[in-house]
């Protein structure tokens, strides 16, 4: 049987009131379909990736050679990070939520022995990787961090640094003095807090290695790459095990980035295709990123979801999160149960707010790139306007009057 010829495909605008993806900026998504036809190796497109790696480099906070990105999503840069990981490493790994698990099943994967695989081979499990777990919608903490690398002394050690799923910012200090002083080599996983956090990676010498994502705080969903930074540390050891991926492969990905034998090069040699659009784009979010400057962007963020936090909580709401992108909140008492209904009610309007996606459910707010106050005055209005139809008698209005006072 023949596919049909379906019609075009036409998707509307949606405000993406949710942890990731954010509200892409126009002008990236512009970008994505300004350049001309080109091929891979076309001189601007190299000149356009160098660029993007001595931006990437500000953006970090960093000296590290190994700056780049790794096409395709958040995991894509993590699974490059985590092929330094073989069978039998011992990791810990600190888990307190949605991803932070995934980023655990993933180590698993790759920690597992042969026969550990293959007698579960979706859900190793390896008995090298050692998984402390920290309650939902609470912290990991320096002090969780110490007695476990105290008691385990492992090769490597991983965390989230902002846990997305519960809300959540992990203490990345406490984590970087452990793993320094007990010889682990630290991986973070930094996709929520790049671009959001006021963060400079150099000022963590414990911590080897970081993978981050286009979509969240870089405001590129056209998923072109995942930010990445590797210390020589990571580097050295990765040479000396060496890692069973081609493409993922941090030193020989980093080719095509002009970094060579642990040097920048004038141009970068063919790794593997990349899409003239999806640098051109990508290059265009990093400028906007570095316009608005990193600290002023933290403070930004931090102001508005003070005011947001202000205003959904004068209507009855309980946040339980703390990142400065995210609010993660009980819905009133009386809707207890509902928060599905009332998260599809939302999103059948345009109105993406996110539930959580492990136990308990709560209801997820996000603010990436809907900074202005007139966005998120619509987000207020258009959560109280659900609340009220929900039969819960909120004061918009006030609410309203309460995110402005925040903001003046
Ligand atoms: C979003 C997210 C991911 C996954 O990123 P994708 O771009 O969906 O692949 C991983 N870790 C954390 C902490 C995240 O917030």
New binding site residues.
Partial sequence: MNAPVFPRLEIPHTVAAG??PGNTAERVLAAYSSPGVADHMQPDVLRGMIEIKRMLREIFGTQNVHTFGVAG????G?DAMFSVVHPGDKIVMFVNGT??G??ELSVRMKAATEEELRANSLDPQAASVVTIRVPHGQSVTGDVVEKALAEHKPKWAAM?H???GSGRINDIKGFSDACEKHGTMGLI?A??SLGIADLRIDDYPGIVGWAS????GMMALPLTY?PVSFSQRYIDELKKVGARSFVHHPIMEARHWGIINGEDVEKGTYHRTHSPYAVASFHEALRMVLEQGMLQRAERYAKAEKALRAALESMGCKVTSNMTSLLVLDLPEQLKGQEKDFVNACREESFCIWPTLSEPTQIRVGILNLLEEQELTNIVKRFGEMLNRFDVPADIDAAVAELKRHLA
């Fill in positions: 942890p990731g999503t958040g995991w894509s993590l991803f932070s995934i980023d989230a902002w846990e997305t996983d996709v929520s994502c286009p979509q969240k995942a």
